[in-house]
């Protein structure tokens, strides 16, 4: 029975990701793309052929599984996913590679951002939106959307949303999970719809625009333009993606918070405090290094140049959204440091953003000052703080195995992508990039060509830890212990 829940859900999700594709298919028939469009129509057809058949089948039988099987179910349906979104780039020869195809899938929807492709310009723009697309489905999850659409999950829906959402602790906005979906949906297609708008009166296309807004608010990174942002050498459109960088980075829950004038409660919120901290603090540094340095390839580097590019490679990393407007490679070391320390850090929980998770280095920085205070006070007892409430401890047990894994899994990828002849610094960024799903890397790193020329077992290996890092790590990694399988 429980196996016929699971297929039966996975085929429910994989029907969805399916007839997500009409939109790039529409847009293939339109420009008259006729490699892509029968790309799209041939994988929702094959989909839905063979799991209608499934689906009318099991429609009686009761959906029920515990927190365990929630994790199984959503780690399945993230492979299946990507694996169904690949589809379209192999079949249609313009990523002819299978380990290729679904790399630059994986990228998509985990809302990585790194690519193999290296003339973006010359794709058809059905791909070029599914790219998008992918990017935007991922950003926010789509077990969250099956939630939204599918009462029917009813308490089990509550256990997926468990095992998608980021951060240590999830959070309901109201009793009923469906509702709470459907508000976090509502709020997301808001926020792109308002960033897209803004981006056309900015100089952009329609086309432009959407790809843009969607890759922003998923903090994916994919643009419809080889040289990404820097291609506008507008710093009007740059303040705009900065703001709703900043925006998908902050927990959503928040942001409903301050929609319900519940300001109180987001101005004492820890995370929003440590993220807004280091948004600040490491754009003050970073434009500091750009002004004062007088070895930018750059001249006459004005302070408001300084400052705005400051601020957008520091909200493009911490947000993990990989966006790019300069050649920062060129930048002085200082700068370059601190984008690699925020590639260790993440946006906040609850929000669209990867990597560690703000809320996670604001436990352990109160866990080590309290730690201080036990050795000056010996008999002292004290607590953590959160949101101005004293916080369970077992959260800080939670947040120590956390960082031990995800520096763990840092430290293999290295060592994998090292084996196939990458240079050190390289490996250490291609593995930061992947597991915090950030995209945008150093050195090297900034060319797709170096991605593409990775061996297939390498990326098939960095796919796995792109979803890995989606999920962050439990929902891929509970598999690996034997009292889970009994």
């Known amino acids: 029975m429980k196996k016929l829940v699971i297929c039966r859900l996975l085929m429910l999700l994989e029907v969805l990701a399916a007839l997500s594709m009409g939109a790039p298919l529409s847009m293939a028939i339109f420009y008259g793309e006729a490699a892509m469009a029968k790309s799209f129509g041939l994988t929702m057809a094959a989909v839905l052929l063979l799991t209608m058949p499934v689906l009318i089948a099991t429609r009686k039988q009761p959906i029920r599984f515990a927190a365990s099987d929630g994790f199984l179910l959503v780690f399945l349906a993230w492979v299946g996913t990507c694996l169904l979104g690949a589809i379209p780039y192999y079949i249609s020869g313009h990523i002819p590679g299978l380990a290729d195809a679904v790399y630059e899938s994986v990228s998509g929807f985990t809302t990585t951002g790194a690519s193999i492709i290296q003339d973006l310009e010359s794709m058809p723009r059905s791909l070029i939106f599914w790219r998008a697309q992918t990017h935007w489905l991922g950003g926010m999850g789509m077990v969250v959307l099956t939630v939204a659409l599918l009462p029917l999950l009813g308490v089990g829906g509550f256990q997926l949303l468990k095992a998608e959402t980021?951060?240590?602790?999830?959070?309901?906005?109201?009793?009923?999970?469906?509702?709470?979906?459907?508000?976090?949906?509502?709020?997301?297609?808001?926020?792109?719809?308002?960033?897209?708008?803004?981006?056309?009166?900015?100089?952009?296309?329609?086309?432009?625009?959407?790809?843009?807004?969607?890759?922003?608010?998923?903090?994916?990174?994919?643009?419809?333009?080889?040289?990404?942002?820097?291609?506008?050498?507008?710093?009007?459109?740059?303040?705009?993606?900065?703001?709703?960088?900043?925006?998908?980075?902050?927990?959503?829950?928040?942001?409903?918070?301050?929609?319900?004038?519940?300001?109180?409660?987001?101005?004492?919120?820890?995370?929003?405090?440590?993220?807004?901290?280091?948004?600040?603090?490491?754009?003050?540094?970073?434009?500091?290094?750009?002004?004062?340095?007088?070895?930018?390839?750059?001249?006459?580097?004005?302070?408001?140049?300084?400052?705005?590019?400051?601020?957008?490679?520091?909200?493009?990393?911490?947000?993990?959204?990989?966006?790019?407007?300069?050649?920062?490679?060129?930048?002085?070391?200082?700068?370059?440091?601190?984008?690699?320390?925020?590639?260790?850090i993440g946006g906040c929980s609850g929000s669209t953003a990867g990597g560690v998770k703000v809320i996670r280095y604001v436990v352990l920085f109160k866990q080590s000052k309290n730690e201080l205070k036990k050795i000056i006070y010996p008999r002292g007892v004290f607590s953590v703080r959160l949101n101005n409430k004293v916080g369970r401890k077992d959260v800080v047990y939670g947040v120590a195995g956390f960082i031990f894994l995800y520096l763990s899994m840092i430290a293999l990828g290295s060592l994998v992508a090292a084996g196939a002849g990458v240079d050190f610094f390289s490996s250490l960024n291609l593995s930061l990039l992947s597991l915090g799903n950030i995209g945008l890397g150093l050195g090297s790193l900034e060319s797709p060509a170096v991605f593409q020329a990775l061996p297939a077992y390498v990326k098939w290996f960095f796919s796995f830890l792109m979803i890995a890092g989606r999920l962050e790590l439990w929902a891929a990694f509970v598999f690996l212990s034997t009292d889970y399988w009994r």
Not at 242 to 251: D, Q, R
Request: hydrophobic share 50%; net charge neutral.
């Open 166 to 344: 980021t951060g240590p602790d999830k959070d309901r906005i109201t009793p009923k999970i469906t509702e709470t979906a459907k508000i976090l949906w509502l709020i997301y297609i808001i926020l792109t719809a308002a960033e897209t708008l803004l981006l056309m009166l900015a100089g952009m296309d329609l086309f432009d625009a959407v790809v843009h807004a969607f890759s922003t608010m998923a903090t994916g990174g994919f643009s419809s333009r080889n040289n990404s942002i820097a291609y506008y050498n507008s710093p009007l459109i740059e303040w705009i993606i900065i703001i709703f960088m900043i925006i998908a980075g902050c927990n959503f829950s928040m942001l409903y918070r301050l929609l319900q004038r519940k300001f109180r409660e987001v101005y004492y919120n820890s995370e929003i405090r440590g993220y807004v901290l280091i948004i600040f603090a490491a754009a003050a540094v970073i434009a500091f290094s750009l002004i004062s340095n007088s070895r930018l390839e750059e001249e006459n580097l004005s302070p408001g140049t300084g400052i705005r590019r400051a601020f957008f490679y520091t909200a493009s990393i911490l947000t993990t959204t990989g966006f790019s407007a300069a050649a920062h490679n060129l930048w002085p070391p200082l700068a370059q440091g601190i984008l690699v320390i925020l590639m260790f």
